[in-house]
Every structure is written in C-alpha cells, then in structure tokens.
C-alpha cells in the first residue's frame, strides 16, 4: 500500500460539519495509535491540527477533532469556516516501520 | 516565532545532484529530531528521511535509501539533504519538518509539529 485512502472532495456550507476519513490496513491504523492530520492551505506550510488520533496542539481550534475505528480514521471539523477551505491530509506510522500519508482531500466551503 | 526555511531547490538534469538547506529559529534546534517530507506535482505527501538530535540516527524512505543523505548542523541550526542520482520522480515540493520527542519514539516520526514552506526541485532534463 503506497497511500492510505482519502475523499478526493468534501464540501459543506458555514456552520456545518463535515467529517473526512481515512482508510488504512490493519498493518497502520488498525495497529497503532499514530494518526495525524494536517491542514494545507495552497502555497502555505502543512500545519498539524491532530496527532496521535485525537489529540489537539496548542493553539488549534477544538472544532477539530480526530478518531479511529478499525482500520479508518476520521477527522471532523465542526462549525464549517470560509478559512477551513484547504487541502487535508492523514498520517500513519506503518508495521513496515514507514510514515505513511493519505491521498489528500480538498475541502470546499459553499 | 517558529521558522523553517528551505533553500536550494531548482532545475537538475537526471542522474545529476542537488543539496537542500533548511535554516530554522525560533526554537533550540538541537532538541529536536528533524525530517524531509516531499509532494510531488498534483500529488500527495510523502516522508523521505529522518535524523535525531545529535545525527546518530538516520533514517529513509526506500524510494530514496542509498541516494539521499540526510545531515544537520546544530551549532548553525540547519538541516540539509543531500540528493544524489536524481531522477525525474524525485521532482516535488521539499518540506522540511520539526519532529517533537513524543514523535520520536520509533524508527520513523509519527508526527511533524511546524514545517517549511517548501522548495522545488525539477528534474527534467
């Protein structure tokens, strides 16, 4: 597995939810607890909004929260922002000891 | 504030080579591991290489073992890679990653907390 599994798109109006997942295999999040998610705006730095499925740094906005059943995580983000509008990508550590990111998917604020 | 910077990218003809910088502030650099992510063109992430505090340990993407190497320089708080036999799939953005302790406990980061803005490397020819 080169990738783990994202939406390409999900879109939603100001002040709704939306929840992105991410699918992987029992060899990463199915084993381990070391999920992350990280916000893309285009031409900006990857910015950490979740580590280790569920916990939030500093600093970032509790209208993100992460989880995991089985083998998919999920992020969700409640209270839709115009500023939300970004690319979002997950995170994996692997049993072939790698770091393994997601496809990517493009949140859409209508 | 926390900055990383990276320079150094540009155009690289295959099989020719390249070395990356990034200058960090803000933050003791020798108290962290640091890491290089890529992205290539329309695509996703992609973890290329791993170094702990004093160098010791070094880690790397099986895409890249064997031609990249990874070093740092904690009395000037810079990271570098080194990109040797570069070939046209290892045209991306260059990301590179503060990787805190707490990320730091296996053999590869399983989470970078402050990144780069990035640079581009081309290889075409």
């Known amino acids: 597995q080169s990738a783990l599994t994202q939406p390409a798109s999900v879109s939603g109006s100001p002040g709704q939810s939306i929840t992105i997942s991410c699918l992987g295999t029992i060899g990463d999040i199915g084993s381990y607890k070391f999920v992350a998610w990280y916000q893309v705006h285009p031409g900006e730095a990857p910015n950490l909004i979740i580590y280790d499925v569920d916990h939030r740094p500093s600093g970032v906005s509790d209208r993100f929260s992460g989880s995991k059943s089985g083998n998919t995580a999920s992020l969700t983000i409640s209270g839709l922002q115009p500023d939300d509008e970004a690319d979002y990508y997950c995170s994996s550590y692997t049993s072939r000891t790698t770091l393994l990111f997601g496809t990517g998917t493009r949140v859409t604020v209508l | 504030q926390v900055q990383l910077v990276e320079s150094g990218g540009g155009l690289v003809k295959p099989g020719g080579s390249l070395r990356l910088s990034c200058t960090v502030s803000?933050?003791?650099?020798?108290?962290?591991?640091m890491a290089w992510i890529r992205q290539a063109p329309g695509k996703g992430l992609e973890y290329i290489s791993f170094?702990?505090?004093?160098?010791?340990?070094?880690n790397y993407a099986h895409s890249v073992r064997g031609r990249f190497t990874i070093t740092r320089d904690n009395t000037n708080n810079s990271l570098y890679l080194q990109m040797d036999s570069l070939r046209a799939e290892d045209t991306a953005v260059y990301f590179c990653a503060r990787v805190p302790s707490q990320a730091a406990r296996m053999s590869v980061p399983t989470f970078c907390d402050r990144w780069g803005q990035g640079t581009l490397v081309t290889v075409s020819s």
């Open positions: 803000g933050f003791t650099f020798s108290d962290y591991y």
């Open positions: 170094i702990s505090y004093s160098s010791s340990f070094t």
